[in-house]
């Protein structure tokens, strides 16, 4: 089923963004939207509203607060479940071979990359990450990607 899918490069991937570009393209996917984007405590509270009753919030912050993030909308067949397979396990001492962050990712915190867990979160989060997609009436499938610098 072709679907859309919430992926987002945290600070610690930001440089190596087109390596983690290449792994989603050659796996057959679209990237439809991008940005550059800085997030707050705010948003992160949302985002991550599971967690922030957990020791260790206040150090997520802090660390995806620490430099910029990419957003993206990824599209393709099963992308959802597609792509959190690519990415590898939360930690990436357990994330298999051939994964983003079994190359990437330096720790379960610092794991490179998030993708959305299920089509209706995908959803939720485009929202909430694309808030101006909506706000134009566009309908993100006709996004093409917006700042081919990145
Ligand atoms: P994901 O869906 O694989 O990203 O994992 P989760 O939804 O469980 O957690 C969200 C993010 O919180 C993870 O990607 C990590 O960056 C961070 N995180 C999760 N568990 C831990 C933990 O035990 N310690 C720390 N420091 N960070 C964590
Ligand atoms: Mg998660």
């Known amino acids: ?3 859309k899918t ?10 190596d963004t087109a390596i983690v570009k290449g792994y ?4 057959g996917y679209q990237i439809v939207a991008q940005k550059k984007m800085r997030l707050t405590e ?7 509203d599971f967690l922030v009753d957990k020791p260790f919030f206040g150090d997520i912050v802090e660390f995806m607060t620490s430099g910029p993030v990419i957003c993206m909308i990824v599209e393709g067949e099963n992308a959802v479940a597609g792509m959190r397979t690519l990415m590898g396990a939360t930690d ?14 330096k ?7 998030h993708g959305a867990d299920s089509p209706e979160n995908a959803e939720k989060e485009i929202k909430r990450f694309f808030p101006e997609l909506a706000a134009e009436k566009r309908r993100v499938y006709t996004i093409k990607v917006m700042d081919e610098q990145i």
């Open 24 to 27: 989603i393209r050659r796996a």
């Open 92 to 105: 990436p001492n357990e994330a298999a071979e051939g994964t983003i962050r079994k190359a990437l990712a």
């Open 42 to 48: 705010a948003i992160l509270r949302e985002h991550y």
């Open 6 to 15: 919430y992926i987002m490069i945290k600070p610690d991937g930001f440089e």
């Open 107 to 113: 720790s379960k915190q610092r794991n490179i990359i």
């Open 1 to 3: 089923m072709e679907e």
